[in-house]
């Protein structure tokens, strides 16, 4: 070989050097398919009032526990929350065990005391916020029989269980 081939196909090896890691990175960064939104909306009905069709939806499609489903307006709700607005601790606590995302609404439907009052003198302006389908903290605290929570958010100055979400 002379040394102007080799010159040429060192720099074609290195070009093609450079450029395959773009093509496997490009391969690897395409994101997955969305859960069919048929299904999202199933799972999370299924999460208010139905564990064993949660638990048979999750076996088959774990992800399930992390997608939440736009009921319009932004209302969005994950498969916890409607246990949470419902007061359904066991749906909420098998969901807490398979890896789901716990908010506040949550905690206080559970009664966690500690972990809402710490939360809430840390930022007290959540005291005010709105869960899905506007239900709030107080109606988290009163569906879950949480009577000291409920308590506290009333002496903290909230009154309203529903508000809109406009």
Known sequence: MNRKTFIKNSLGGIVLAGVAPTFTFAQDAQEPEPLDIKLVKEFVVAGHK???????????????????????????????????????????????SKGARVNLFTLTMLGKIELVKATLEVYPELLFAKGPHGFTLLHHANIGDAKELSDYLKEKGLKETHVSIK
């Open 50 to 96: 139905n564990l064993p069709l949660v638990k048979e939806m999750l076996d088959e499609y774990p992800n399930l526990i992390y997608a939440s489903y736009d009921w319009g307006n932004s209302d969005y709700e994950e498969a916890i929350e409607g246990a949470a607005h419902l007061g359904n601790k066991e749906i909420a606590n098998y969901l807490i």
